[in-house]
């Protein structure tokens, strides 16, 4: 982590970097957000795989650095909401990072199409680019090349107008000449999109934003400049122009960060060897993040304030935190190693998992990926889905668990489910599998595509894999 932020530092951002986080983790968490907006402890719990005071130290990170702000909450769980910045980070698309050689074709294939552009006699618009961003500067490697555009109408006669409009009317979609905007600005529109989408081709790391940078009030350089007057391009110069007011950004009204943003609900802590009725009770993998947002998570009265959450009437939030007490699945470890270190930490701490049978057993069909370890009735399992994965921690046969319980079959769930996704599963035909455990090495995992393609399902082909069907 020092190395990648040593590294990260050095790099200009034009967006404000976070203290202890990488922006690309930054811009997970904002991409987490409900409906778009907001952002509580659960998500950043999700998204960094941490606990609630490293996820509240973030979050309040993420606010200094201008991407939150609290939200208007009136007696429910404190949580913050995406700022103008925290928008404009989570809606840029990731992409893979370029050199300076790439940076450099980009532009000048910019500039070729813009010249074509600016040229056409049948285009209403003409348009001015400018360059700004990280492609300012010398570096060893981009994310894209920020290029803002703007389009100035052409000085035209009705009668040439007219006929570029109706020009463009015709390769219009149906749906855009039914729809109010496109009978009203409809050749303008479709003028705007093929000039758009001529610039785009073929170009994945160009990001053209439609954003002054003199707004901005970040520092850029003229590519294109254009005299709709005389339908003449302009010479630009070569300097940096460094715009000296505030952006637009910057002048949006911040609500004050509170002084506390983490409180512990009332009347809901236990030991973590406390043994629990579990009666009409389910926890699962995907509910760790929220039970600890419900621990933590101050309620926001009509007046504003903050007072610690009272859950009493909600028995599963005494377990919160459960999952940090078996610290193997944080590891970098592959899956199979991962569960055996978790069926191995279940047997020092005598967590129920440690009795099952050990067998792991994969099947997938149209809807389903499951993954159990045991055999018959008495089995953990899980669905793995693209972007969660859900099952029961609790025992079937066990009235009671404790804290230490859930850890241990937390910790065996996400190894089955990290073996799940080393496999390749989800890319493979119907079809259901067996692996017994005391057989499996730790280097070796079920290449099941390969194995398929190639027919190879003989005896060696893989240790542990015991049997294997296809629908």
């Known amino acids: ?41 659960e998500e950043a719990i999700r998204v960094l795989d941490c606990d609630a005071h490293h996820a509240n130290r973030v979050l309040r990170q993420m606010a200094e650095a201008g991407y939150l702000e609290p939200a208007d909450i009136l007696e429910g769980l404190f949580c913050w909401q995406l700022t103008p910045n925290g928008t404009r980070l989570a809606l840029e698309p990731k992409r893979k990072r370029i050199g300076r050689d790439k940076v450099q074709t980009i532009i000048s294939e910019l500039l070729a199409r813009a010249k074509v552009i600016n040229s056409d006699p049948n285009r209403l618009q003409r348009i001015t680019l400018k360059l700004f961003g990280s492609a300012l500067e010398e570096l060893d490697d981009y994310g894209d090349v920020d290029v803002s555009i703007a389009y100035m109408r052409r000085q035209l006669s009705d009668i040439e107008r007219e006929r570029i409009e109706n020009t463009l009317k015709a390769r219009e979609s149906k749906s855009d000449r039914q729809s109010f905007h496109g009978r009203l600005m409809g050749a303008e529109r479709q003028d705007t999109r093929e000039i758009m989408a001529f610039l785009k081709k073929g170009l994945p790391h160009l990001s053209l934003m439609n954003d002054d940078p003199m707004d901005l009030g970040t520092p850029y350089r003229w590519l294109v400049d254009h005299d709709v007057k005389t339908d003449r391009p302009v010479d630009v110069s070569d300097d940096i122009v460094r715009p000296n007011g505030p952006s637009i950004l910057d002048q949006y009204p ?22 629990v009725a579990i009666h009409d009770l389910h926890i699962g993998l995907e509910d760790a993040a929220t039970l600890e947002e419900q621990m933590w998570s101050p309620k926001v009265t009509r007046e504003g304030a903050f007072i610690a959450n009272d859950i009493r009437s909600q028995k599963r939030v005494k377990f919160a935190g459960f999952q940090h007490l078996c610290p193997i699945w944080k590891k970098d470890l592959g899956g199979v190693a991962m569960l055996k270190e978790a069926l191995d930490w279940c047997d020092e701490h005598k967590v129920w998992v440690r009795d099952l049978y050990p067998g792991v057993s994969i099947q997938r069909s149209d809807r389903t ?28 046969n066990r009235t009671r668990v404790s804290k230490i319980d859930l850890a241990g079959a937390y910790a065996v769930g996400r190894a089955l489910s990290k073996m799940y996704d080393e496999s390749r599963s989800a890319k493979m035909p119907w079809f259901s599998a067996d692996i017994l455990l005391p057989l499996v090495e730790l280097d070796r995992l079920p290449d099941f595509p390969r194995l398929h393609k190639t027919g190879a399902f003989g005896e060696g082909a893989f240790q542990g894999l015991r049997e294997i069907t296809f629908f």
Do not use: C
């Open 1 to 41: 982590m020092r190395g990648y932020r040593a590294m990260d530092e050095r790099r200009p951002h034009k967006h404000s970097p976070v203290k202890t986080v990488p922006l690309e983790r930054v811009q997970a968490v904002l991409r987490s957000a409900v409906n778009g907006r907001s952002v509580g402890l």
């Open 254 to 275: 911040r609500k004050p960060i509170p002084p506390i943003t983490l409180l512990e609900a009332r009347h809901r802590t236990i030991s973590a060897d406390t043994k």
């Open 369 to 396: 990926h499951i993954i159990r370890l045991g055999w018959g009735h008495d089995l953990i399992y899980f669905n793995v889905g693209g972007k969660s994965t859900t099952g029961s921690l609790l025992p079937r």
